[in-house]
């Protein structure tokens, strides 16, 4: 089945310790989004790559950057993890040009900051 | 500011009848609307969407109704099923940004038997 995955599904890590969280997806759609989920709030996009292009989010901190090295891959990168970045970390992907098309979600990367 | 908003963090109904759930948003440049469901430790997943020329759009047991002017927009589940019990997120999308999708804080929904 074409699917959306997230390694790792629960990743730990000490404050202020970079940390990478990857994403990889075999439906080959060519936009790629990084979604944060705290609890009991709504998903918030972080950024997204429409191809190769890198899209930031006005109010994305600059803590986050991410990477798309193929179509296929794609990966989330915190360079000095603080308490208030854990959370769910959510990995999704669309085909851009089509009329209406969904996004479609891996299960997330639960991150949690020691 | 939140544009798109679910008012109701939970719902409890009985299985077989009818779950409506609601969002309210502020933006007009919303074109895209979808309802994603999700269970525990699992991703969302899309359950059905409606385009903003339209005001309703039916799949299965699973209907969603656009009120333009009222800036508000309901999925109604009938019959509800225990299995159907999960957190259901409305999103938005906006007309000019790439897909850009803003999701509201969720609904618990769920079904007793």
């Known amino acids: 089945d074409a699917m959306v995955i997230q390694n790792p599904r629960y990743q730990v890590t000490q404050f202020g310790k970079p940390v990478t969280l990857s994403c990889s997806q075999t439906?080959?759609?060519?936009?790629m989004y990084w979604y944060q989920q705290k609890s009991s709030q709504a998903p918030k996009l972080l950024f997204h790559?429409?191809?190769?292009?890198?899209?930031n989010e006005a109010d994305t901190p600059d803590n986050f950057q991410s990477r798309r090295p193929n179509t296929s891959f794609c990966f989330l990168d915190i360079r000095s993890p603080g308490l208030g970045d854990a959370a769910m970390y959510l990995c999704?992907?669309?085909?851009?040009?089509?009329?209406?098309?969904?996004?479609?979600f891996g299960d997330g990367t639960r991150l949690s900051i020691l | 500011d939140q544009q798109v908003k679910q008012n109701s963090p939970s719902l409890s109904v009985q299985e077989g009848r009818i779950s409506i759930l609601n969002c309210d948003y502020t933006?007009?440049?919303?074109?895209?609307f979808l309802w994603y469901k999700k269970y525990p430790a699992e991703g969302p997943t899309f359950l059905i969407s409606?385009?903003?020329?339209?005001d309703k759009n039916e799949d299965g047991r699973f209907t969603v109704f656009l009120n333009k002017s009222a800036k508000h927009l309901s999925l109604h589940i009938v019959p509800s099923q225990p299995g159907d019990s999960a957190v259901y997120f409305c999103?938005?999308?906006?007309?000019?940004?790439?897909?850009?999708?803003?999701f509201g804080q969720g609904t618990e929904l769920s079904v007793k038997p």
């Open positions: 933006n007009s440049m919303f074109d895209y």
């Open positions: 409606i385009s903003s020329i339209k």
């Open positions: 999103a938005a999308r906006f007309s000019n940004q790439g897909g850009k999708l803003i």
């Open positions: 999704a992907t669309s085909r851009a040009g089509g009329k209406n098309q969904p996004q479609h």
């Open positions: 439906l080959n759609h060519n936009v």
């Open positions: 790559y429409y191809d190769k292009d890198f899209n």
